[in-house]
């Protein structure tokens, strides 16, 4: 299995706008990581996976004998761009300052990539050929809102700040379990007469 089709140029794009916001926010962590411009490196992130599904020639491939649970495990390899970046940002972080919650954060970010290539594998189950575009400007536009504006609950943040790592952990970690069920359950082909 080889990861063909993937639009690089958005997947690695975004993972280079994460991994730069990252950068910057590693020397500012001395007092404590920064971590409302953290979470915006895992804005650019997500939309980065949320490319990962897109198969614009999805006529061009279907005629290919690779079922698209094939295609959707050697595509989502590619989720391991923005993936690394977000680990080695968060170590880094964590290096420079070791109050850094990194396993709370790392947990954190693998949810919401999860998230993200089930939405659009969600959307590509239902005839979108090219998700990306709509899962990473609602769900980009939705992480946003929540990082402004903090709805509750409060007793289980989605993006805590000071108190409530462990109930977020638990919460990204089961929504990142729930994710990959969808993500193979949407990735079987299409019943055709």
Known sequence: MTVRGVDWAAVLGGSAV?????AGCVPFAADGPPLEYVRLALVALAAA?????????????????QTRRQRTAARSLAVMAP?????????????????TPALALLVEGVGVLAVTVAL?????????????????????????????????????????????????SVLWGCLAVAAVMLVVAASRDPYRR
Not at 49 to 65: G, I, Q, S
Not at 93 to 98: S, T
């Open 83 to 99: 993936l690394v970046v977000w680990t080695v940002g968060i170590v880094a972080l964590e290096l420079r300052n070791a109050t």
């Open 120 to 168: 659009a594998a969600g959307l590509r189950f239902a005839g979108r050929n090219e998700p990306g575009e709509v899962v990473a400007s609602v769900l980009g536009a939705a992480m946003l809102a929540v990082l402004i504006f903090n709805p509750p609950p409060r007793s289980v943040p989605f993006f805590p700040v000071d108190a409530g790592w462990a109930a977020s």
């Open 49 to 65: 996976a949320a490319f990962v599904l897109d198969e614009p020639a999805a006529a061009a491939v279907d005629a290919v004998p």
């Open 18 to 22: 994460g991994a730069a916001i990252l």
